[in-house]
């Protein structure tokens, strides 16, 4: 056929989505809900009968460790993966750790959404005494296979986020799609609404209103010029898909 399919899926809860707490480039593994929510995913894929050529995901063990229990359960545990930091999580600089509540409550509510969902406006940088810092910049997942010393960031916007996550999808994606390649990404809520913003043309005002559940599967289909024929598809029920985009958006809003 004249259209190619993509899947792509945020990581499932991590123990720092659980806790509220922002997490950025810091390294939390995901929460047993999680682990339940990548199985299900991985189940919901096998049912609909996806199989796929190649996996990316980001460098982060929340990503990776979703992605392995897709696979386990979908039957497909010996597909290549490609791993890059262009896929992570946003830096969240000097924010990472803090509780997203008490940010609120210490900034306002305006303050923490301009530095959560804005296009360009990246949260105040994280410095070398940041309580995080070190585990940062010491994980060697993110020093073998992470940005240079130059590229290392100490905060991201969403727009910086986007400009080291399209090459990626330009140079490494696109062309793989192209083939016909069966492709499944598995990364970050930020990582990708850069890319859902990039593809369906959303506008930078719009974009502060979006937001991508965890653990949820979604299909593009790409025209030959590798324009989403479509906005994504969720492949999940659609009361579940709306509960867990609302969670997403309530992680600012006070009890
Ligand atoms: C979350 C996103 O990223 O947080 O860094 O805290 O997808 O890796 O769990 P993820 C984080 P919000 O931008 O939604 O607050």
């Given at each position: 056929?004249?259209?190619?399919?993509?899947?792509?899926?945020?990581?499932?809860?991590?123990?720092?989505?659980?806790?509220?707490?922002?997490?950025?480039?810091?390294?939390?593994?995901?929460?047993?809900?999680?682990?339940q929510e990548a199985k299900r995913a991985g189940e919901a894929l096998k049912k609909m009968g996806f199989k796929f050529d190649i996996a990316y995901t980001s460098v982060l063990k929340r990503a990776q460790n979703t992605?392995?229990?897709?696979?386990?359960?979908?039957?497909?545990?010996?597909?290549?993966i490609v791993k890059s930091w262009r896929l992570n999580e946003r830096h969240?600089?000097?924010?990472?750790?803090?509780?997203?509540?008490?940010?609120?409550e210490e900034y306002?509510?305006?303050?923490?959404?301009?530095?959560?969902?804005?296009?360009?406006?990246?949260?105040?940088?994280m410095d070398e005494n940041h309580k995080y810092y070190q585990a940062i910049i010491k994980n060697p997942a993110l020093i073998e296979n992470g940005p240079t010393p130059d590229?290392?960031?100490k905060t991201e916007s969403l727009k910086l986020t986007i400009d080291r996550t399209l090459p990626f999808w330009n140079e490494v994606v696109i062309p793989k799609l192209k083939a016909k390649t069966r492709i499944l990404i598995v990364a970050h809520g930020n990582s990708l609404r850069?890319?859902?913003?990039?593809?369906?043309?959303?506008?930078?005002?719009?974009?502060?209103?979006y937001n991508l559940p965890t653990g949820i599967?979604?299909?593009?289909?790409?025209?030959?010029?590798?324009?989403?024929?479509?906005?994504?598809?969720?492949?999940?029920?659609?009361?579940?898909?709306?509960?867990?985009?609302?969670?997403?958006?309530?992680q600012t809003k006070k009890k």
């Open positions: 056929s004249c259209s190619v399919d993509i899947i792509m899926i945020r990581h499932g809860e991590s123990e720092w989505n659980l806790k509220n707490l922002f997490c950025g480039w810091y390294d939390a593994d995901l929460s047993e809900n999680g682990i992605l392995l229990n897709i696979l386990s359960v979908q039957g497909q545990t010996d597909l290549p969240y600089g000097a924010l990472t750790g803090l509780d997203k509540i008490a940010t609120v306002g509510e305006e303050q923490v959404a301009i530095w959560r969902r804005s296009y360009d406006v990246p949260p105040p940088p590229e290392f960031p850069g890319i859902v913003k990039h593809l369906e043309k959303i506008s930078d005002e719009d974009i502060t209103t599967p979604f299909k593009y289909s790409l025209d030959p010029n590798m324009k989403p024929t479509a906005p994504l598809e969720y492949l999940g029920d659609p009361e579940v898909v709306k509960a867990a985009i609302e969670k997403v958006a309530n």
